[in-house]
């Protein structure tokens, strides 16, 4: 998730651009640059922090009344120098910012290639931006219409601002899928990813929609068309947020607002790897290894804490969808153990952070014995991402709460997607079948966003509400939703400080049994697929011990719903996605239990974000 601020108008840019990235800082990146107009285009860019940026250009003589301003958060390329933005067009007279991802940048690139560009950047936005200049000279149109038919060749998602030398009073902004929030002020204009940048200038901002292209020029009305060339008339509304309240987007908490950002992420990481009509799934960046992965003889995923739980899911999904034989290990024990590995082993390393000093460790140990590594990490060229073979990003965007939530599901995400490629590769699933699966995977994004919608009526915070004061909890699961039983209990752990544990259901008889009473509220995650009636009894044996049931069932479902003290309905799906759609009431649960205990739910004591110790 990248920032954006930009400004024109008649006011010296350059501190108004870095205050607005300072706003921005909240999202977390990698590298920050400026362009910055003054007859010509200057550009300054830098890994690291927006005060690196800042340090790097003190002294420097910047002054200009036009200029865009972006913080990376990588997906294509690592993140360096030239990588980060703002990316000149060949001839440096556009500079672009890009917030999002463009699926089709490869064909684009060669085509531009072929007409004689050369690229500087590993980056999609370079890409884009060369893309504009050509259009705009071979089909020679003013800049906004070769914005706008570029635009039109683009698959994917964007938020983009371009500054212009041809054009020195007008900064064109345009968006579909990443936001842009327009600030309009006496006779100048500010834009950003969203208002924070913007709030101390004016409170009158237009929200720019999916497909709509900004032309702004200073001192004038500005102007919106779409990208069919209609022109729109704009709805300004007046901020009423404080700075604070915009940066966590109107939640309380980053937590929250990662819970509900789910349907966007998740939708990021299917983004160009998935295609329902043409039956094809590919992740990209482990398209040399696929196989490896078909003759490996194991799939050995390795990773600590929800990365962990990530992997047993990927566990039943590999060696169900696939058919592989697939380990999980924590990467603690697995560095320590003296493990077995061969060279026709394949090991997958899951990480959030990309920099998990255990998770680390045994990759180096797996690397040194010949094995084969692919990665699974959110932080595109963190250490783990560099440490492994290959690998495919998540794609989720920077979490901020230190409790794992939209990084979970997306690493569920793509791992789903491998054992589909893999069972697309081995041919075992009957292809109207698998269209069917990939079908309903599509789909996705919408029933989570129906999730979300479903509970958010208040059921959640009432159950919370009955259950904040206890001292134990039991999460029960069976199947693709025993890692979910797993991850919901860890949860609650981490935020709330309630000791919970997730079992097996059908484990429960062999110990965690003796624990229930009435005062111990148990969380079982049943629905109507599998083995949905063995559920139902281990159900009803905490029901006859006088337990307390909260059961996540498939909507429309009658008959948990006559023995649990509360069913929190998911939208029906295939047997393989539940986990996802599974995962986001238990997170919610985790959440509202931790706000009335008064937790900080944000940072929870003793955890960090990124463990880069033993
Ligand atoms: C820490 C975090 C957890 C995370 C784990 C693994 O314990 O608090 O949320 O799951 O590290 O981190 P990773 O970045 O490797 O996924």
């Not at 921005?24 to 690196?52: C, H, M, P, W």
């Not at 196989?291 to 962990?308: D, E, F, M, P, V």
């Not at 009431?585 to 003793?606: E, F, S, T």
Request: net charge negative; hydrophobic share 40%.
């Amino acid at each position: 998730m990248c920032g954006i601020v930009a400004y024109i108008g008649y006011k010296n840019a350059h501190p108004i651009l870095i205050k607005g990235l300072q706003r921005l800082e909240y999202r977390g990146y990698d590298s920050a640059g400026i362009s910055i107009l003054n007859g010509k285009i200057q550009t300054y860019k830098t890994v690291g922090k927006v005060a690196e940026l800042e340090k790097y250009i003190e002294g420097k003589n910047i002054v200009g009344e036009a200029g865009i301003a972006h913080t990376r958060w990588a997906t294509h390329g690592e993140p360096n120098q030239i990588n980060a933005h703002p990316h000149y067009s060949q001839s440096k007279s556009i500079s672009l910012i890009h917030n999002g991802i463009i699926e089709n940048y490869a064909t684009l690139k060669e085509e531009l290639i072929s007409r004689g560009y050369v690229f500087e950047s590993d980056t999609d936005t370079e890409v884009l931006v060369n893309l504009i200049e050509d259009i705009r000279i071979n089909e020679n149109v003013l800049l906004d219409e070769a914005v706008r038919i570029a635009l039109c060749q683009v698959v994917g998602a964007y938020a983009i601002v371009i500054l212009s030398d041809e054009h020195p009073n007008t900064l064109i902004a345009a968006r579909k899928g990443s936001p842009l929030v327009i600030g309009i002020g006496e006779d100048d204009y500010y834009i950003a990813s969203d208002a924070t940048p913007i709030v101390e200038y004016t409170k009158n901002v237009v929200y720019l929609e999916d497909e709509e292209i900004a032309v702004l020029t200073r001192g004038q009305d500005f102007k919106i068309v779409t990208n069919k060339n209609k022109e729109k008339t704009p709805y300004v509304q007046e901020l009423e947020w404080n700075l604070s309240e915009l940066e966590k987007g109107g939640y309380d908490h980053f937590m929250m607002k990662e819970i509900y950002e789910q349907p966007r992420s998740i939708r990021d990481s299917m983004r160009g790897r998935l295609n329902s009509i043409t039956g094809n799934v590919s992740l990209g960046g482990i398209i040399d290894y696929e196989q490896k992965l078909l003759t490996a003889k194991r799939i050995i995923i390795i990773a600590c804490g929800t990365s962990w739980h990530a992997g047993l899911v990927g566990e039943y999904l590999l060696e169900d969808i696939a058919r592989v034989t697939v380990e999980v290990e924590y990467a603690s024990e697995f560095r320590y153990r003296n493990p077995i590995i061969t060279e026709d082993d394949v090991v997958i390393a899951i990480s959030q952070s990309g920099e998990t000093a255990d998770t680390l460790a045994a990759i180096d140990l797996a690397k040194s014995k010949g094995a084969t590594i692919l990665g699974i990490c959110n932080v595109v060229g963190s250490s783990i991402a560099r440490a492994t073979h290959a690998g495919s990003y998540t794609h989720a965007g920077p979490e901020i709460g230190v409790a794992s939530t939209k990084a979970f599901t997306a690493q569920v995400t793509v791992l789903t997607l491998m054992a589909l490629r893999l069972a697309q590769l081995k041919g075992n699933i009957p292809k109207a079948r698998f269209m069917q699966l990939l079908q309903e995977m599509e789909q996705l994004p919408e029933k989570v966003e129906k999730v979300l919608k479903t509970n958010s009526k208040g059921l959640v915070s009432q159950i919370a509400n009955k259950y904040k004061d206890v001292n134990n909890f039991l999460y029960l699961g069976r199947g693709y939703n025993f890692p979910v039983a797993l991850e919901g209990a860890l949860k609650l752990k981490e935020i709330s400080y309630i000791h919970a544990e997730g079992y097996p259901a059908a484990e429960m008889k062999h110990g965690p049994i003796a624990l229930i009473d009435e005062n111990m509220p148990v969380v079982f995650i049943a629905p109507y697929l599998g083995i949905y009636e063995k559920v139902v009894s281990n159900i009803q044996e905490v029901k006859a011990r006088k337990g307390n049931v909260i059961a996540i069932v498939t909507e429309g479902d009658t008959t948990v719903k006559e023995i649990a003290d509360f069913v929190i309905e998911i939208p029906a799906t295939e047997e393989y996605l539940v986990p996802i759609l599974a995962s986001i009431p238990l997170q919610k649960l985790a959440y509202h239990i931790a706000v009335l205990r008064g937790c900080n739910v944000d940072m929870p004591r003793n955890l960090a974000k990124s463990v880069t110790v033993e």
